[in-house]
Nanobody, 121 residues
Framework: QVQLQESGPGLVKPSQTLSLTCTVS??????????WSWIRQPPGKGLEWIGS???????YYSPSLKSRTSISWDTSKNQFTLQLTSVTPEDTAVYYC?????????????RGQGTQVTVSL
């Protein structure tokens, strides 16, 4: 059974860098044809795709967040990470990692439980 688990700080100060890790169990992030993604849901809003890393290691980012986003992986730990720089309170959201067969995961894509990140002093 494939499981994804997000981890990272729940509180980040404005202008700092948000860093989250997704640990994958039950599947290898470098095999198959999957894309490993980060998505978020701000309070009262819908899901927003942030970016993805492919099984090949290629990365894809949302145009609106591309200048502040970096996704990488540690294949030895079967983990992939999100870094979002220069955060503002508008980056407050529940952050999810996901697995899908498309660059942008659909609403039914396998996801972790999510982790709340609040940007505040």
């Amino acid at each position: 059974q494939v499981q994804l688990q997000e981890s990272g700080p729940g509180l980040v100060k404005p202008s700092q860098t948000l860093s989250l890790t997704c640990t994958v169990s039950g599947d290898s992030i470098t095999t198959g044809y999957y894309y490993w993604s980060w998505i978020r849901q701000p309070p009262g809003k819908g899901l927003e795709w942030i970016g993805s890393i492919a099984y090949s290691g290629n990365t894809y980012y949302s145009p609106s967040l591309k200048s502040r986003t970096s996704i990488s992986w540690d294949t030895s730990k079967n983990q992939f990470t999100l870094q979002l720089t220069s955060v503002t309170p508008e980056d407050t959201a529940v952050y999810y990692c996901a697995r899908s067969l498309t660059v942008v995961p659909g609403v039914k894509a396998l996801r972790g439980q999510g982790t709340q990140v609040t940007v505040s002093l």
